[in-house]
């Protein structure tokens, strides 16, 4: 007697991923994640990546693959952050596809296993002393509708030290009052990580000088400001922040200013200021103290060391 054919045979991974494939692992990526930054930045790399994969000859997705794809980066000079962001997006999508049964989990402990491009160096960020972050804000103007907004936008970066998409989420809700202090209560940031952000009294009055006369009592607190200088919609993307901080510093004769650069700023302005980099900290959200202490920008000091005059000098009592 014949035997009969199972039907229900065992799915075999494939070496040769196409596009639902693909497609498929991207989503489990996506969702695996919490930060929407980090949604958008891995959303992008896969995009990028399999674009490549497809314009390619039935490549295998393996680690012959992969490192054929960090080449071809390598050789559009990218900066290493950028190709070792997209080498971290392809291992998460070959480990996404291995654990669907898309990919032999043997390729993919292949592709987790292509090393990413070394840094030579410390890449250090832009810093704007005091003086330059007042030109900045004076740059956005604080005549119209929209420079109020954008002074505010402005004022909220520099002095609270958010990032963009922080900024951007804001709502007139987040403002409170805690042991007589204004601040950003409970706000959701990078990873999900949440924190209440004080606000010094100048950038509540900013706010203010933006928020009454644009009768914003609820909801989000920046918004778009159509031609006829009416507000409208109920909020912006992140991306609308660069324009604003491009446009500030291009009128104030300032160059190379990104969003980014203000919570670097807002950090080491406190640090020179005598803040706590326990409480620098808390304001920037990091999770690490060592991520915080990058952003302050400290160089070392020779003269007027800080071991000079510790109170053991022969002299001192």
């Excluded at 497809?54 to 693959?65: D, I, M, Q, V, W």
């Excluded at 900045?136 to 990032?163: E, F, I």
């Excluded at 160059?255 to 304001?283: M, N, W, Y």
């Amino acid at each position: 007697m014949a035997k009969s054919s199972n039907p229900k045979r065992k799915k075999v991974p494939k070496t040769v991923l196409k596009l639902p494939d693909l497609e498929l692992s991207k989503s489990a990526v996506l969702n695996s994640l919490v930060s929407s930054s980090s949604q958008r930045s891995y959303d992008h790399a896969i995009r990028e990546f399999i674009e490549w994969y497809c314009s390619e000859p039935r490549l295998a997705f393996n680690k012959t693959a992969v490192t054929r794809y960090r080449i071809a980066l390598e050789q559009k000079h990218y900066a290493p952050s950028t190709i070792n962001l997209r080498l971290a997006a392809v291992r998460r999508l070959a480990y996404e596809a291995s654990d669907s049964g898309l990919l032999s989990p043997d390729l993919a402990a292949g592709i987790r296993r292509v090393k990413g491009v070394r840094r030579l160096g410390v890449k250090i960020g832009n810093w704007l002393t005091a003086e330059e972050g007042r030109r900045l804000l004076s740059g956005a103007g604080n005549a119209t509708l929209r420079q109020r907004r954008n002074y505010a936008m402005l004022a909220v970066l520099a002095g609270c030290g958010l990032r963009r998409a922080e900024a951007a989420a804001l709502k007139i809700e987040d403002l409170q009052l805690r042991e007589g202090h204004w601040v950003l209560a409970n706000l959701n940031g990078k990873g999900g990580h949440i924190r209440t952000v004080p606000v010094p009294d100048w950038v509540k009055t900013a706010i203010d000088q933006w928020a009454i006369p644009a009768s914003i009592i609820s909801g989000t607190l920046f918004r778009s400001i159509n031609k006829a200088g009416r507000v409208w919609g109920t909020g912006f993307t992140p991306k609308v922040i660069w324009s604003i901080v491009k446009q500030a510093a291009s009128n104030s004769g300032l160059s190379r200013v990104a969003p980014h650069d203000l919570r670097r700023t807002c950090a080491k302005l406190c640090h020179e200021a005598g803040g706590e980099l326990e409480q620098i900290q808390f304001l920037l959200g990091h999770v690490s103290v060592q991520t915080t202490e990058r952003y302050l920008g400290c160089k070392q000091r020779f003269r007027n060391a800080v071991n000079d005059h510790i109170g053991l000098e022969p002299d001192s009592s």
